[in-house]
């Protein structure tokens, strides 16, 4: 069973940086897409940004142009560099791995970004 263990979170003043990591157990040479999703107090979980094993990346529009997702095949390791951060960003940050439809995703344990401003 793969594992996904994410860090990387924390306090940070708006205009602020983070950037997040999600390890995971096994190789992810062979995994096709991972993806991080946040949520809220109070809302539901929404999907961020997601890569291929390619490289090829798509964002959610609210984070378009501060947001990088990226990972290194051979350290396992996604990451999610996050600039311009804004309070609304603020939320628990889980990585993903979706499996087909008669599997459940893998997720991660979640980090939390608080930003405050």
């Known amino acids: 069973q793969v594992q996904l263990v994410e860090s990387g979170g924390g306090l940070v003043q708006a205009g602020g940086s983070l950037r997040l990591s999600c390890a995971a157990s096994v190789s992810i040479d062979s995994i096709y897409i991972m993806g991080w999703y946040r949520q809220a107090p109070g809302k539901q979980r929404e999907w961020v940004a997601g890569?291929?094993?390619?490289?090829?990346?798509t964002y959610t529009n609210s984070v378009k142009g501060r947001f990088t997702i990226s990972r290194d095949n051979a350290r396992n390791t996604m990451y999610l560099q996050m600039n311009s951060l804004k309070p609304e960003d603020t939320a628990v940050y889980y990585c993903n791995i979706p499996q087909s439809p008669s599997e459940n995703d893998i997720w991660g344990h979640g980090t939390q970004v608080t930003v405050s401003s």
């Open positions: 890569i291929t094993d390619h490289g090829s990346t």
